[in-house]
């Protein structure tokens, strides 16, 4: 069985991925941490986003180490802005496509399936997926999640910075000329504005069942 979850930044997209791996007993890969790791290898560079060139982002690529998957950076602010530039990027797309689709084709540990969350796995990774999930939610909900994520991890960024580093990430992945975030046609729309953690899933698995 594949699923693909795809959404915008902070909706629960990758929550709520994650909790039907583990209710599913599915393997799990957030699509989005290789782009952050792409993304994070380039600030470690030395580069800006304002910097990339689509010849960097593909040698980063081409060049990424798992290592960086493990770094505490990878969930950062900045690096978050670095991925949704580099993601934009057909030949970095290109380059992570095949381990996605391998990924599912043939999950680890020997699980029955496997569930991705990203931003066009129901469109073009896996666009076959025995099941598709759209999830969303209010800007303001979104930007107050990731806010108080960041507050954790140690950031100063205000809620009205977050916000708009959101509306900029959202612009720019809807509005990218390869791979857009769009729903796939036949995906479940889940709007996680009101629901929590349990609620969302429920909401889930009673689609998957139906």
Not at 50 to 56: F, N, P, W, Y
Request: aromatic share 4%.
């Amino acid at each position: 069985m594949i699923i693909a979850v795809d959404g915008t930044a902070a909706s629960g997209k990758g929550t709520l991925a994650r909790r039907l791996a583990e209710r599913l007993d599915l393997a799990y890969l957030d699509t989005g941490s290789l782009y952050r790791a792409v993304g994070l290898s380039l600030i470690h560079e030395g580069y800006a986003a304002s910097d990339v060139t689509a010849e960097i982002a593909a040698a980063a690529a081409s060049d990424l180490n798992t290592a960086l998957m493990t770094d505490r950076a990878l969930r950062s602010a900045e690096t978050g802005q670095m991925a949704s530039v580099v993601a934009a990027y057909p030949a970095v797309r290109a380059h992570l496509l095949d381990h996605q689709r391998q990924f599912a084709t043939t999950p680890p540990a020997s699980k029955a399936g496997a569930i991705l969350d990203g931003r066009d796995i129901g469109t073009v990774v896996l666009p076959e997926a025995d099941a598709k999930f759209f999830v969303d939610a209010e800007m303001d909900i979104r930007a107050r999640r990731r806010h108080q994520e960041l507050m954790a991890e140690g950031s100063k960024l205000s809620l009205e910075d977050v916000k708009k580093q959101l509306e900029e990430r959202d612009h720019r992945d809807k509005n990218r000329s390869h791979a857009p975030l769009i729903p796939a046609k036949d995906a479940i729309f889940v709007d996680t504005s009101e629901k929590n953690i349990e609620e969302m899933v429920a909401f889930a698995l009673s689609a998957l069942a139906g």
